[in-house]
């Protein structure tokens, strides 16, 4: 157990659906990440919170979005969804101490949630 | 945007062998962190590495950040099918924010 939570394990579902991916960081952790994982592929960065608030956007779409709430566990939800946003979709965190030029941080990743979307 | 590739993208080889993956990226990192992820399982931390010309040893595996911060590489000294599955690079930027960039990942198949 790495102590990052992530719910559902497994979700199946069908296009133009919407659901909502859980995500409870380690204790102590502040920053958040999500990361999308293609069968086989590499690990896409979607989106970064610390503390409450947005700190990087990558390749996410707008159908998707995320956030991060007080007690900083988050959500990422995906909406209208389609045969491509099948995935594992990851979470992570880290301690993220410092300001926002403090660099990358080591993350520790929670199990994932597998979304079938058919 | 900051891209990472490594290779090769997968590769077999017989339990005893060596092995190394290569990590390339198009910036200058100020870190590289570098992540197992099992069959099945999710990507978990090895290392990092934050110096120019940094070489870190654990056990059988031998990590290096190369001089100019833009390439690093792992060695698996004497695999064992433990050590199957796929490696993946991470490249740190300082900046406004502190993602990491995933390289492509290696693919590791061992075999008695």
């Known amino acids: 157990d790495s102590g990052v939570t992530q719910t559902p394990k497994h979700l199946i579902t069908a296009t133009g659906q919407r659901v909502t991916l859980r995500c409870s960081p380690r204790?102590?952790?502040?920053?958040v990440y999500w990361y999308q994982q293609s069968l086989d592929q590499g690990l896409q960065f979607l989106i970064q919170y610390y503390n409450g608030e947005e700190r990087a956007k990558g390749n996410i779409l707008e159908r998707f979005s995320a956030q991060q709430f007080p007690d900083l566990h988050s959500e990422l939800n995906l909406s209208s969804l389609e045969l491509g946003d099948s995935a594992l979709y990851f979470c992570?965190?880290?301690?993220?101490?410092?300001?926002?030029?403090?660099?990358?941080?080591?993350?520790?990743f929670g199990a994932g949630s597998r979304l079938t979307v058919l | 945007g900051q891209q990472v590739m490594q290779i090769p993208q997968y590769q077999h080889v017989q339990e005893g062998e060596d092995f190394t993956t290569y990590c390339n990226s198009s910036t200058t990192l100020s870190n590289i962190q570098w992540y197992k992820q099992r069959p099945g399982g999710h990507p978990v931390f090895l290392i990092q590495?934050?110096?120019?010309?940094e070489v870190k040893k654990q056990k059988r595996l031998t990590f290096q950040f190369g001089e100019a911060k833009k390439n690093s590489s792992l060695h698996i000294t004497a695999t064992q099918t433990t050590d199957v599955g796929t490696y993946f690079c991470?490249?740190?930027?300082?900046?406004?924010?502190?993602?990491?960039?995933f390289g492509t990942g290696t693919r590791l198949q061992v075999t008695l």
């Open positions: 590495l934050v110096k120019s010309g």
């Open positions: 204790s102590g952790d502040l920053s």
């Open positions: 992570a965190s880290s301690v993220a101490l410092g300001g926002r030029n403090s660099g990358a941080n080591v993350l520790t």
């Open positions: 991470a490249g740190g930027n300082t900046g406004t924010a502190s993602k990491l960039t």
